[in-house]
């Protein structure tokens, strides 16, 4: 069975930083664009970051130039390091992966559980 598994979220004040990181785990055939979505209360989930198995990236305006997606390709990882943060930036931030399980299985996109990041004073 294929999961994702995050970590790193938590409460940290404006300005600091956190790094969020997801594992994905099962067999996995193909592992293809991975990315960081959030959703904060009241609000539609959003696109924070994606990088593909090639290691280009894609950032939303509002969190460029604070924000880095990286991949371990060789453990499956992708991490999310977040700088300079703001209280916008609170939500629920959830992984995401395209994957194929079977040589011959279309991509489809798995979810993690969600981790909550909490920027308050």
Do not use: H
């Not at 990181?21 to 960081?36: D, E, K, P, T, V």
């Not at 290691?55 to 880095?68: A, L």
């Not at 991949?71 to 395209?98: F, G, H, I, W």
């Amino acid at each position: 069975q294929v999961q994702l598994v995050e970590s790193g979220g938590g409460l940290v004040q404006p300005g600091g930083s956190l790094r969020l990181s997801c594992a994905a785990s099962g067999s996995i055939f193909r592992l293809n664009a991975m990315g960081w979505y959030r959703q904060a209360p009241g609000k539609q989930r959003e696109l924070v970051a994606e990088i593909t198995s090639g290691g280009s990236t894609n950032y939303v305006d509002s969190v460029k130039g604070r924000f880095t997606i990286s991949r371990e390709n060789a453990k499956n990882t992708v991490n999310l390091q977040m700088n300079s943060l703001k209280p916008e930036d609170t939500a629920v931030y959830y992984c995401n992966a395209d994957m194929a399980i079977r040589w011959y299985d279309s991509n489809l996109r798995y979810w993690g559980q969600g981790t909550q990041v909490t920027v308050s004073a």
